[in-house]
Structure formats: C-alpha cells, structure tokens
C-alpha cells in the first residue's frame, strides 16, 4: 500500500525552465509534507516542507504546494539549473501510537538540459 | 560538524551470511532511523529509535532483521542469513527532536549491500 506516490518516475527540462515534480498521497492524517533532493552516491538531503495547514511554502527558488482537497503537492523550481538534476523524493509525516512516521514515495528523477 | 556517518561504505556477502552496518548519528540527535532502498525503488522505513523509548520496529521486512542503539549514539542493523532480496542500500538518518515540522532528517552515505 503506496501511501506516498510519486507517478513519474523522470523528468527533463530546459535549463531556466520551469520544473514540477509532483506527489500524490492517501493518508489524511498526514501533518507534514516535505521533499528531499539526492544526489548518486549520497544520501538524501532536506529541501523544503509544508505543514497541511497552509497551501504553499517557498524558499529562493523552490515553492511547494500543497492541495488538501485533491491529496496532492507539488515542488516547483524556477529557474531550473543544471545543478538541479538529482532523484527528488517526496514524504509525509504523521504521528501514530507516540511513534512518528516518515513516509517517502518512489522518488522522480530530474534531469535538467544545459 | 560531523555528519552522519556509515560503515561501510560497500558490503559483498554471500547468501546465508550475516551482516552488521553501522551508523554514527550527529552528536546530539535524539531520533535515529533506518531505511532501505532497493534498485530504481523509493526508501522503504525499516526502524525508528528516539531517545530511550521502545524503538519502532514496524517497518522491518523480517526477523531476520534486527537494530540496535546504544543511548543516544551508535546504532547497528544486523542482517541474519542474507537472501538476494536483501540487496540494497542501507540509510541511515538522524534528527534532532520531533518537534512537529521541524523532524528534518540528515542522512548518511549508506552501506550498499550485495548479496551473491
């Protein structure tokens, strides 16, 4: 059971363009949303989060939404940059039973086109 | 500072052996997790430790699996009778304390498993 899907599994885009990666969940209790960016060879790092009670964050170049009703976020970069190009993994958090769940999805592979 | 740390780096087996990985979490870090990930496959969680709590075993595919941490520090995931399907890579993360959106997890490099 997939709680946290990420449907395309790559991505290319022109630099300077936009890049949307997009991630679907199914699990309402969710709290938080939040994205990592891994590069080959190392291990992920944090990138941006959302609480679910607001519908948008946005740090320089990266703004994440977030669309309760449809059970849906996106990461938006603008511009895109070479640099960029990484498998960007969305997850979800809730708590359950005092244990804290981390929930990550099949991750999207961008790549970006100098 | 130090980041998070694992040994080692890359691990070959043969299948019916058993496996010990090691991760060295940022000093400081009351939560420490394991995940795995397997070939062109999303991290999968495997066990969640936060301070001297009963750590959350949900996540582990066997009994074959087991983890350990000692306090706050160093933590072990052993592997027992490897199978094929074990191979992966291993991370491991660590975090400062849950507080609700601010669970920012650091990985390490992870251990990559081969099982003959």
């Known amino acids: 059971d997939q709680q946290v899907k990420q449907n395309s599994p790559s991505l290319s885009v022109q630099e300077g363009r936009i890049s949307i990666l997009n991630c679907d969940y199914t699990?309402?209790?969710?709290?938080?949303f939040l994205w990592y960016k891994k590069y080959p060879a190392e291990g992920p790092t944090f990138l941006i989060s959302i609480s679910s009670i607001k519908d948008k964050n946005e740090d320089g170049r990266f703004t994440v939404f977030l669309n309760k009703s449809a059970k849906h976020l996106s990461l938006h970069i603008v511009p895109s940059q070479p640099g960029d190009s990484a498998v960007y993994f969305c997850a979800a958090t809730f708590v359950m039973d005092s244990s804290y769940k981390l929930i990550f999805g099949s991750g999207t592979r961008l790549l970006v086109r100098p | 500072g130090a980041g998070v740390s694992q040994s080692p780096s890359n691990k070959v087996t043969e299948k019916g052996k058993d496996v010990e990985l090691r991760c060295d979490p940022i000093s400081g870090h009351t939560a420490l997790y394991w995940y795995r990930q397997r070939l062109g496959q999303g991290l999968e969680f495997l066990i969640y430790?936060?301070?001297?709590?009963?750590?959350?075993k949900s996540g582990l595919p066997s009994d074959r699996f087991s983890a350990e941490r000692t306090g706050e520090s160093v933590s072990t995931l052993t592997i027992q009778r490897t199978q094929q399907e074990d191979s992966a890579v291993y991370l491991c993360a660590s975090s400062q304390f849950p507080v609700r959106g601010q669970e920012t997890q650091y990985f390490g490099p992870g251990t990559r498993l081969l099982v003959l």
């Open positions: 699990n309402s209790m969710f709290d938080y």
């Open positions: 430790f936060q301070g001297n709590s009963a750590p959350d």
